[in-house]
């Protein structure tokens, strides 16, 4: 099992960018699904997660700017990052608990992590 993150890049203060995240391989079942993220010199954070039901949490600095969505269909996950700032500038990771075939608990995976910067 794996996840996959993209979409990050480089953008202006003001700008958006939406980032992916994929799980393959032989999955079971995913719970909740989550995007951290980690400045330089800073702890990882919880920016936003979704269960498999689609309730949503968002960290404070966030909200109303940043929309996660999923596709269980696809085993996909989505941040639509607007109005971005350049604190929002960190290395961004997916999150998933899964359970893949012949298992019977959820184990936690991470993606590699896409970086996000915002220039002022």
């Known amino acids: 099992v794996q996840l996959q993150a993209s979409g990050g890049g480089l953008v202006q203060a003001g700008g958006s960018l939406r980032l992916s995240c994929t799980a393959s391989?032989?999955?079971?079942?995913?719970?909740?699904m989550g995007w951290y993220r980690q400045a330089p010199g800073k702890q990882r954070e919880l920016v936003a997660e979704?269960?498999?039901?689609?309730?949503?949490n968002y960290v404070d600095s966030v909200k109303g700017r940043f929309t996660i969505s999923r596709d269980n269909a696809k085993n996909a996950m989505y941040l639509q990052l607007n109005s971005l700032k350049p604190e929002d500038t960190a290395v961004y990771y997916c999150?998933?608990?899964?359970?893949?075939?012949?298992?019977?608990?959820?184990?936690?995976?991470w993606g590699q992590g896409t970086q996000v910067t915002v220039s002022s």
């Open positions: 999150n998933a608990g899964i359970v893949r075939a012949g298992r019977y608990t959820y184990q936690d995976y």
């Open positions: 979704i269960t498999s039901g689609g309730s949503t």
């Open positions: 391989g032989n999955i079971v079942s995913i719970s909740t």
